[in-house]
């Protein structure tokens, strides 16, 4: 196969993603609580954010149709939505392998999981009314519109509904109602209860012994018959240390703050994988496959456009899409 | 076989295969990005050539030239 000028840019994107994968799997570390498999992030959240660009993008092209009439627009817009949705099935694969890891099973319905089902099923009927009219203007009228209302639903169900439901396995520290991610406070002489999503939490002591700052809470889970006690610890650089698992569930409880003169401490809840891109390779890791991944969103996009404008100037008002 | 599930092993046996798997794309992409870029030039060229005008001359017999 011969090479062609602008192949170039095709071949440093090549290049790059290869060296997304090599650092996915040799540079980025370990993560505590998820092994292996946490490195799975590196590639799932940047192709499900590049599958929200790609949607958005082809709703403006939706837009841009239902203003202009231009049927190159309609070929843009459909070329922009097929590439989301293959982004889509492709966060919807690795993200079951990930649970499939880490939560033992393919899928739970966690929150988020069903939210990425509506979208995949909004988007595949978009398709579904494209091929179900024969009149080319009327199919891409309809489309357009429909197009532009599944995207409104987009952010809602991406960004909105998985972090007002009430527990998700997912690392979301906005889970909690209310929450500002801040966790809550407890004091040994005055606010020793609280609540973290549905659980309640009691602060019995605080201590501190050597490097250790420890903190001895009860908990009480909803259906749990007895009091469990789970006993965070804070290290000498006042970091979290000990993260111990809530009964029965996926999160942990992180001390995040603790003031022994006082009395006081600050919790949260954690699911596995929070606080993941704190680690400076991690982030660049991720950083790097966010343009990697849209990168090769738009050269797949491009290609699709370009058969498509074909397509129509060989059989104008016929794209059977 | 099971040598490659080994804890040390399998990381590299994972990598390699998710390279192996992203140059297969990668080809299949290129391959098909070049054939898209040649139709798209034929068709292109094709119209032009459809849709230049035609080619006027004015022909002048020599009766009217010479009148």
């Given at each position: 196969?011969?090479?062609?000028?602008?192949?170039?840019?095709?071949?440093?994107?090549?290049?790059?993603?290869?060296?997304?994968?090599?650092?996915?799997?040799?540079?980025?570390?370990?993560?505590?609580?998820?092994?292996?498999?946490?490195?799975?992030?590196?590639?799932?959240?940047?192709?499900?954010?590049?599958?929200?660009?790609a949607?958005?993008l082809s709703?403006?092209y939706?837009?841009?149709?239902?203003?202009?009439?231009?049927?190159?627009?309609?070929?843009?817009a459909?070329a922009a939505a097929?590439v989301g949705?293959?982004?889509?099935?492709?966060?919807?694969?690795?993200?079951?392998?990930?649970?499939?890891?880490?939560?033992?099973?393919?899928?739970?319905?966690?929150?988020?999981?069903?939210?990425?089902?509506?979208?995949?099923?909004?988007?595949?009927?978009?398709?579904?009314?494209?091929?179900?009219?024969?009149?080319?203007?009327?199919?891409?009228?309809?489309?357009?519109?429909?197009?532009?209302?599944?995207?409104?639903?987009?952010?809602?169900?991406?960004?909105?509904?998985?972090?007002?439901?009430?527990?998700?396995?997912?690392?979301?520290?906005?889970?909690?109602?209310?929450?500002?991610?801040?966790?809550?406070?407890?004091?040994?002489?005055?606010?020793?209860?609280?609540?973290?999503?549905?659980?309640?939490?009691?602060?019995?002591?605080?201590?501190?012994?050597?490097?250790?700052?420890?903190?001895?809470?009860?908990?009480?889970?909803?259906?749990?018959?007895?009091?469990?006690?789970?006993?965070?610890?804070?290290?000498?650089?006042?970091?979290?240390?000990?993260?111990?698992?809530?009964?029965?569930?996926?999160?942990?409880?992180?001390?995040?703050?603790?003031?022994?003169?006082?009395?006081?401490?600050?919790?949260?809840?954690?699911?596995?994988?929070?606080?993941?891109?704190?680690?400076?390779?991690?982030?660049?890791?991720?950083?790097?496959?966010?343009?990697?991944?849209?990168?090769?969103?738009?050269?797949?996009y491009?290609?699709?456009?370009?058969?498509?404008?074909?397509?129509?100037?060989?059989?104008?008002?016929?794209?059977?899409? | 076989?099971?040598?490659?599930?080994?804890?040390?092993?399998?990381?590299?046996?994972?990598?390699?295969?998710?390279?192996?798997?992203?140059?297969?794309?990668?080809?299949?992409?290129?391959?098909?990005?070049?054939?898209?870029?040649?139709?798209?030039?034929?068709?292109?060229?094709?119209?032009?050539?459809?849709?230049?005008?035609?080619?006027?001359?004015?022909?002048?017999?020599?009766?009217?030239?010479?009148?």
């Amino acid at each position: 196969m011969a090479l062609r000028k602008g192949d170039g840019v095709k071949i440093f994107l090549g290049l790059w993603i290869a060296a997304v994968i090599y650092s996915m799997f040799l540079v980025v570390p370990q993560y505590v609580g998820l092994g292996d498999a946490g490195r799975i992030i590196i590639v799932h959240v940047p192709v499900a954010w590049v599958t929200t660009a790609a949607f958005s993008l082809s709703a403006i092209y939706s837009i841009i149709y239902l203003w202009k009439r231009n049927s190159n627009s309609d070929a843009a817009a459909v070329a922009a939505a097929e590439v989301g949705m293959l982004y889509c099935v492709f966060a919807t694969v690795t993200g079951s392998i990930f649970a499939e890891v880490v939560w033992g099973t393919f899928w739970n319905w966690d929150p988020r999981e069903t939210s990425i089902l509506v979208l995949l099923l909004i988007y595949a009927a978009y398709f579904a009314l494209r091929s179900s009219v024969d009149d080319s203007e009327r199919r891409r009228r309809l489309a357009a519109v429909y197009n532009v209302f599944a995207a409104v639903t987009m952010p809602f169900l991406l960004f909105v509904a998985p972090r007002v439901a009430d527990s998700t396995l997912h690392p979301n520290c906005a889970f909690l109602q209310g929450s500002k991610c801040e966790g809550v406070s407890l004091s040994l002489t005055g606010a020793k209860i609280a609540q973290l999503g549905d659980v309640v939490i009691e602060l019995k002591s605080l201590t501190k012994s050597d490097a250790l700052t420890q903190a001895t809470i009860e908990v009480r889970m909803p259906g749990m018959k007895n009091i469990a006690t789970l006993v965070p610890t804070l290290d000498g650089a006042g970091k979290p240390a000990d993260r111990p698992e809530f009964p029965g569930q996926q999160f942990r409880m992180v001390l995040l703050e603790a003031d022994t003169a006082a009395g006081t401490v600050r919790v949260n809840m954690q699911a596995p994988g929070t606080n993941l891109l704190s680690n400076p390779r991690t982030l660049w890791v991720f950083l790097a496959s966010n343009l990697g991944f849209l990168g090769l969103a738009y050269w797949l996009y491009h290609i699709r456009r370009t058969i498509l404008q074909v397509q129509l100037t060989l059989t104008p008002g016929e794209m059977n899409i | 076989m099971t040598i490659l599930l080994d804890a040390g092993v399998a990381i590299y046996v994972a990598m390699t295969t998710a390279l192996i798997v992203w140059v297969g794309v990668f080809l299949f992409l290129l391959r098909i990005d070049h054939a898209t870029q040649d139709v798209a030039r034929q068709l292109n060229e094709r119209t032009t050539a459809t849709d230049a005008p035609p080619p006027r001359a004015t022909i002048i017999s020599n009766d009217s030239a010479t009148q």
